[in-house]
């Protein structure tokens, strides 16, 4: 047998018996997730405009929580546990795009920030949460940017000290963002963090200071529903509110769509 050969055949056998050769053939991105349900999902018949909401568990759970504010809404959830911002870019197009929505709510960046896929880089979540903005505006669906939740700490992540700091970071960034680009922000953090130095998030709205029960999910709801038809408002003004220009070009309500 040749050393190529043998080479090959050893570095098979590694991949056979390793973790990381498993990891490979797992659905990293979740892509797999909400595939029949998309398959399945209609268009509203009486013409409402549909929302669909991006995110994490946040996402995920709202439903569960709080049934009654997703009853008679065109609100679409595809929120998927654990997840960090690059994993909600790769499943975009399956879970976003295909669905042909009007508007996309985009909350992320929760799991960036408790490292549940490596190190934090806050240049890197915010540049996946522009690049998933980019893509539905490039596909003619309105954009919802929204705060990170306040968290102090994350149980899974106890030796996690400064997630505070990287979360009020991180949300100063996207704001600034959605600013610039005319995009409707939703400041879930504002209502819902502890003024004190712990920045936590307030225990009336959760158990485990990440996640929000019931009446954290009513204080979100209002500014939510708001930010949406904001966000409608001006996809009507504009022809197409996926594609308006920063701030600084804008032009009366339709603010300098292209």
């Known amino acids: 047998m040749s050393i ?9 056998m590694a991949c056979l018996f390793s973790p990381l050769c498993g990891a490979v053939a797992q659905d990293w991105g979740g892509l797999k997730v909400f595939a029949a349900a998309n398959a ?7 013409g409402r405009p549909l929302v669909v909401l991006m995110g994490d568990s946040i996402t995920e759970i709202w439903p569960d929580r709080h049934p009654s504010f997703f009853d008679g809404t065109v609100y679409v959830g595809r929120g998927i546990s654990g997840q960090v911002s690059a994993q909600m ?18 909350n ?6 408790a490292e549940n896929q490596g190190p934090f880089d806050e240049d890197f979540t915010l540049g996946n949460i522009i690049s998933m903005t980019e893509l539905a505006r490039a596909n003619g669906i309105a954009v919802v ?14 030796a996690l000290t400064d997630a505070a ?15 610039g680009q005319g ?34 999910y009513v204080v979100m709801e209002p500014l939510l529903t708001e ?10 003004s504009c022809g197409d509110g996926s594609s308006c220009q920063p701030a600084a070009s804008r032009s009366g309500d339709c603010c300098g769509c292209r």
């Open 145 to 158: 940017l929204t705060s990170v939740l306040p968290a102090a700490k994350f149980s899974w992540r106890p």
């Open 227 to 236: 930010a949406v038809q904001e966000a409608l408002r001006i996809q009507a």
């Open 183 to 216: 995009i409707p922000y939703v400041d879930y953090y504002s209502s819902m963090v502890v003024p004190d130095p712990s920045r936590a998030l307030n225990p009336a709205y959760s158990k485990d200071g990440v996640h929000p029960v019931t009446e954290g």
């Open 108 to 113: 992320a960046g929760t799991n960036d920030v």
């Open 4 to 12: 190529r050969k043998t080479g090959a055949m050893l570095l098979l």
């Open 40 to 46: 399945e999902l209609a268009q509203p018949a009486d």
């Open 165 to 179: 700091d990287k979360i009020a970071a991180l949300n100063a960034r996207i704001k600034s963002y959605a600013e």
């Open 89 to 106: 870019l790769v499943r975009f197009r399956q879970d976003v795009i295909g669905l042909h929505p009007a508007v996309v709510v985009i």
